[in-house]
């Protein structure tokens, strides 16, 4: 790596999927971190977004579920990661609830939460996060934010 490396952001990738029953968004308990959060994780070395998004869902669910289309691009550094960029997914309808088998290294329960209570749930940037990609999902768009927020 040369000087000139590092002038430039290497951010860290994570990828998502959002699934939406009405008001509720598909939560899973992670055994590690932050407790709840959306089916996801880092992306890998060359790996691109949906990809990661696709291979993460039949990892922690257990189902073959491709992206449909990109809900929130989120640049939301933190002090522990520095620049990150988070990526949300709509994966559609979840199909069989029976289908879903948790990835148990990782995963110990999945839940529907409605928007409403993503606060009582999750840490308060992915909240925010959470309830942005679900008005995106709603109204058809898609949404650049900023700390879980939109920006211009």
């Known amino acids: 790596m040369t000087d000139e490396d590092n002038q430039f952001a290497r951010a860290r990738l994570a990828a998502g999927a ?36 696709h291979r993460e869902v039949h990892e922690e669910l257990g189902i073959d579920r491709a992206p449909k289309r990109l809900l929130v691009h989120d640049w939301a550094p933190t002090p522990a990661d520095r620049d990150k960029v988070l990526y949300v997914f709509d994966c559609g309808d979840l199909g069989d609830e029976q289908a879903i088998q948790l990835q148990a290294s990782e995963l110990d329960r999945w839940k529907w939460v409605p928007v409403a209570e993503l606060d009582d749930y999750a840490i308060p940037r992915l909240a925010r996060r959470l309830r942005q990609a679900h008005a995106a999902h709603t109204q058809g768009h898609t949404a650049y934010l900023e700390h879980g927020e939109p920006a211009p």
């Open 18 to 53: 959002l699934f939406v029953r009405g008001d509720s968004v598909l939560l899973v308990h992670k055994t590690y971190g932050n407790g709840w959060d959306i089916p996801g994780g880092y992306l890998e070395p060359g790996e691109a977004p949906a990809a990661a998004c």
